[in-house]
Every structure is written in structure tokens, then in C-alpha cells.
């Protein structure tokens, strides 16, 4: 079972380390974040008119060996970013 990492500087260092992710995590020479907004958003969630919107991500940790997702499950259909460390895939049926 995967730990959930919630706390705020440990997922912000993640996106930092994702080029693809990075720039919503960027900040101004004041410390001030360029995108926070949206960063609230997606990352920690926020309320709107009353109703929760996000958070759109979550950070998970593996321990070495643990299955991530299964082909045909609901976890399948979820994207994944690997933040750091190697993965290993595999077909155990040929069709």
C-alpha cells in the first residue's frame, strides 16, 4: 500500500524535480509563487462557492516491489508521474 506524502514543501520539491511539471511551482525573486493559484488548485485544493475543487494531484510513495497498477483496473486509468527511482513493467498474458 502506498504512503500518501501530504505535506506541502515535500510536494512542491516533487514538481520541482518533473521538468514537465516544474514551471507551476516556479516563483517570483519576492518568494511569491507565479502560479498560485492554479498551484492551489491542482496541488492542495481549494474552496469555491462553497464546494472543494482539487486537489488534482497526489504524491504517493512505493516501498521496493509493490505492484503500482494493474492492466483493467480503475488505477489504470489514473497518469502517473515517476518523480524519482526506476520502474519496472511487465505482461504476464500474451493477449
Known sequence: M????EKHELIID??????????????????EFRNELDMDIILFGRSYRGKQV???TRLLE???GEVI???NTWESSIFYILVDGRLDASVTEQN
Open 69 to 71: 497498477l494493474r492492466e
Open 62 to 64: 512505493y516501498q521496493p
Open 54 to 56: 482539487g486537489p488534482y
Open 2 to 5: 502506498p504512503r500518501e506524502i
Open 14 to 31: 516533487a514538481f520541482r524535480k518533473v521538468d514537465i511539471v516544474s514551471e507551476l511551482v516556479d516563483q517570483l525573486p519576492n518568494g
